[in-house]
């Protein structure tokens, strides 16, 4: 399957600007500028929708490539 904007992978990350950016966030967090940084993080905007432990609507998520304070 080919990627959506033709991207290119660099080792774990989906593209090479994804990469590059990271390498600067570690360097950041290294030197005290940032915090916390997290990468892939998962948040469930909706939750799955039950009804008599039927599934009616699968839950809706996003995953950010990097988070941090």
């Not at 290294?30 to 998962?42: M, N, S, T, Y």
């Amino acid at each position: 399957m080919r990627p959506k904007y033709e991207n290119k992978k660099t080792g774990k990350y989906h593209s090479k600007k994804e990469a590059d950016f990271a390498t600067v966030l570690h360097a950041m967090e290294k030197a005290g500028k940032i915090i916390d940084l997290r990468e892939q993080v998962k948040f469930v905007l909706i939750p799955a929708q039950y009804i008599d432990g039927k599934c009616i609507e699968r839950a809706w998520s996003y995953v950010c490539d990097f988070q941090y304070r």
